[in-house]
């Protein structure tokens, strides 16, 4: 099957801060790539998306890298406010036209 | 979460007793799936669809059936719940698979089977 991880499952930063989530995935032919958030009690929700012809994409507060030398994904939360606390976790669209998800990181910022 | 519903939001239910969880969509998308989220495991997939009365298994699909007899709506069934089966459950839809967009997920339905 598909392995999606990531490289610290708890993450605490300062209000204010940069925060940086990894994620590292292992089907090198995935070709779509998404970072969800999810909330305490709450389904997962979609933040930002990244095809493999691209290396980075930017949102609004949020910036996705990806390296497909090493397959590995990272996200970027600038400025990090109280409200960004919750478990990202990435996901990539690995064999059967489905999504594999990793099983996240939990962001915890301090105010 | 606009356009996907799910019910029961909460349910406890007995060993060994039959439940069914449904996913209610207004978005008239093709796919539909079952995850259960657990500690250490992220969303695992259980079953999904891919239209009416399409559908296959997931990675974790033992003990599950599900059905889809109209577009809106997927229902899946434990058809003698077990305390393995304790798990918070997530249905999502999506309009082309994980081609495009992404999944939108639903609330989520935690079980407890006791």
């Known amino acids: 099957g598909e392995s999606v991880g990531l490289h610290l499952p708890t993450l605490s930063v300062q209000e204010g801060d940069n925060s940086i989530i990894n994620c590292a995935y292992s089907n090198s032919a995935s070709d779509y790539f998404i970072w969800y958030k999810q909330e305490s009690g709450k389904g997962p929700q979609f933040i930002i998306d990244i095809r493999s012809n691209m290396d980075k994409r930017q949102g609004q507060r949020v910036t996705v890298l990806l390296n497909k030398t090493v397959k590995h994904l990272s996200l970027q939360i600038a400025a990090t406010q109280p409200g960004d606390s919750a478990v990202y976790f990435c996901a990539e669209n690995g064999a059967g036209n489905q999504f594999y998800f990793g099983t996240g990181t939990s962001l915890t910022v301090i105010p | 979460d606009a356009g996907i519903t799910q019910s029961p939001r909460h349910k406890v239910t007995e060993t060994g007793t039959p439940v069914t969880l449904r996913c209610h969509q207004t978005?008239?998308?093709?796919?539909m799936y079952w995850y259960r989220q657990d500690p250490g495991h992220g969303l695992r997939l259980i079953h999904y669809s891919y239209g009416v009365k399409d559908t296959d298994k997931g990675e974790v699909s033992d003990g599950y059936s599900v059905s889809r007899s109209k577009t809106e709506d997927f229902l899946l069934t434990l058809e003698s719940a077990t305390s393995s089966q304790t798990s918070v459950y997530f249905c999502?839809?999506?309009?082309?698979?994980?081609?495009?967009?992404?999944?939108?997920f639903g609330s989520g339905t935690r079980l407890t089977v006791v």
């Open positions: 999502a839809i999506s309009d082309k698979g994980a081609r495009d967009y992404g999944y939108t």
């Open positions: 978005e008239n998308h093709r796919y």
